[in-house]
């Protein structure tokens, strides 16, 4: 397969992606948030979630060939226990997420809206997910084709936009800057937990990193 089908291929698989969690937004996700509540509801996101993009990424990946794939399918789910930037770079983020929110709110205080539920999607579910498909698929595939700088950025674009349909369907609509500051946040993100794919060959490092933000966000947000 010639570089340029490649690209075309992964370009056409993010399109189809994209287009299919927004329906999956806007026709089983909303409806569930709107009409269940407590564990009920939970567990059917979190199983949506997991077989949408579970599903995703392994269709992705078991369908390109090992020289379109910068790190192995096996490799990138071995543990990284020698990366010890990865254990500097959790260690700074909880320490800057429990500092601003000490800060913002005079002291650490769960967050009244936080639910016993959030721990399933926001701690396991959501990490796992979108670590797969963007950093074990995605990002896998562009770093055959392109500096680790350009296809860092590519994919951290594409993550963000993926949170799009989210905030589509979020209720009551969100304001414009709110869109512009959760965009912002999820590219560095993205950019941050590339950047650990590519520097550990594994997956590890980005899901414990994207697990950590994510449930202290929650948990004090």
């Not at 329906?23 to 948030?33: A, G, K, R």
Request: hydrophobic fraction near 55%.
């Amino acid at each position: 397969m010639s570089e340029k089908v490649s690209r075309r291929r992964l370009l056409l698989q993010f399109v189809f992606f994209w287009c299919l969690w927004l329906v999956v937004q806007i026709f089983l996700n909303t409806p569930i948030e709107q009409h269940l509540s407590g564990w009920s509801q939970e567990l059917l996101l979190d199983a949506i979630k997991l077989v949408v993009w579970l599903g995703a990424g392994w269709w992705f990946i078991h369908t390109a060939a090992p020289h379109q794939l910068s790190i192995s399918k096996r490799q990138q789910w071995r543990p990284a226990w020698r990366f010890s930037a990865g254990y500097v770079v959790w260690a700074l983020i909880v320490v800057y997420l429990l500092v601003q929110f000490g800060l913002a709110h005079h002291g650490l205080r769960i967050s009244p809206k936080f639910i016993p539920e959030f721990w399933g999607r926001y701690f396991l579910v959501v990490g796992v997910a979108e670590e797969f498909v963007f950093r074990g698929y995605f990002l896998n595939a562009l770093l055959k084709h392109t500096s680790l700088t350009t296809a860092n950025v590519i994919q951290a674009l594409a993550f963000a936009s993926l949170h799009i349909p989210r905030y589509l369907t979020t209720v009551p609509a969100m304001s414009p800057v709110v869109w512009l500051s959760n965009l912002i946040s999820v590219f560095v993100l993205g950019l941050l937990f590339g950047w650990l794919y590519a520097k550990s060959r594994s997956l590890w490092p980005g899901i414990l990193v994207h697990m950590t933000w994510d449930i202290l966000v929650t948990l004090f947000g």
